[in-house]
């Protein structure tokens, strides 16, 4: 099945999908949008698009495992994601994956505004591997 990730921030939300296999994750796009009705409006126009079975939601928790506020943020925007759409949505452990993405990009010599412009939705893809893999588990 087709599996959409979100990487949710305060100004920019990471977009990725995943082949119907659920092997391989890729980077879609970065909504630059920190206002939540218009994210909400602009992740829709994303899914009527691209039709995914399944919503990933990474949840940034603390370093202890605890939930935080940035936790209560991103089911608030699954929650409005509900009211519109008839897809299950899950929710994807998410610490550390923008820094990973750093890392990667970093190794790619990935610098500056072209970083800035790809690391969330890089982000999204590691959300989504770590999803996919751990279902194959």
Not at 19 to 24: I, T, Y
Not at 101 to 108: G, I, P, Y
Request: aromatic fraction near 6%; charge should be neutral.
């Amino acid at each position: 099945m087709k599996i959409m990730s979100v990487d949710y921030g305060d100004r920019r939300t990471g977009v990725a999908f995943c082949d119907v296999n659920e092997v391989l994750a890729s980077p879609y796009t970065v909504i630059n949008e920190g206002y939540m009705p218009k994210l909400v409006d602009k992740l829709i126009e994303i899914i009527n698009k691209e039709k995914p079975g399944k919503l990933v939601i990474g949840l940034p928790r603390n370093m202890d495992g605890t939930f935080g506020y940035r936790c209560e943020e991103c089911k608030n925007l699954g929650n409005e994601l509900k009211k519109q759409i008839d897809i299950e949505i899950d929710y994807q452990d998410e610490r550390l994956t923008t820094v990973m993405a750093h890392n990667a990009l970093s190794d790619n010599n990935v610098r500056g505004k072209k970083r800035k412009e790809t690391v969330d939705a890089v982000s999204a893809v590691m959300i989504l591997q770590s999803y996919i893999d751990s279902k194959k588990k």
